[in-house]
């Protein structure tokens, strides 16, 4: 797993005790097209005067034919925030909802609300948000995370 960082000191910091970890200082490569990710999950970042000032942990997916995404605020424990990421939710729930692979699954409740975690997720796909900023997304192995503090990385597990 890389992770970058402004100083290789902050990074050993970040990541004491992680195994298999690559520090990276400066920047790492990047698309700016969302139309060229490939991946169905990943993160977004907003960036002001090169510093990361925003993370999302997002997912792709097709509906109707048409490709979709759908990303989370991460780092920001604030009320506003966390209802804001629940509309995002309400907004795939339908998708999610429609979802049916097996004749026994009803294909209903993928998502799921409360005050403290709402996500929406099945069978390999999946995003999430916690009330105090930790968002994460999920397709198959590869997960992404945005935590509470800001730390945000992707691995395959």
Do not use: W
């Amino acid at each position: 797993m890389k992770f970058c960082f402004i100083s290789e000191e902050e990074c050993e910091l970040q990541t004491e005790g992680m195994e298999n970890t690559t520090c990276v200082q400066g920047s790492m490569e990047y698309e700016t097209d969302v139309t060229n990710i490939s991946q169905n999950n990943y993160l977004k970042h907003e960036v002001v005067n090169n510093i990361i000032t925003t993370s999302y942990a997002c997912i792709t997916y097709t509906e109707n034919g048409t490709r979709k995404d759908a990303c989370v605020k991460g780092a920001d424990s604030t009320p506003e925030t966390y209802a804001s990421n629940q509309a995002i939710f309400r907004s795939i729930e339908l998708y999610f909802n429609t979802l049916d692979y097996s004749e026994s699954d009803t294909g209903k409740d993928y998502c799921s609300f409360d005050d403290y975690i709402s996500n929406c997720s099945y069978d390999s796909l999946g995003l999430g948000a916690t009330s105090d900023g930790h968002v994460s997304s999920v397709y198959g192995s590869s997960y992404c995370d945005v935590t509470f503090d800001g730390l945000s990385f992707c691995r395959e597990e």
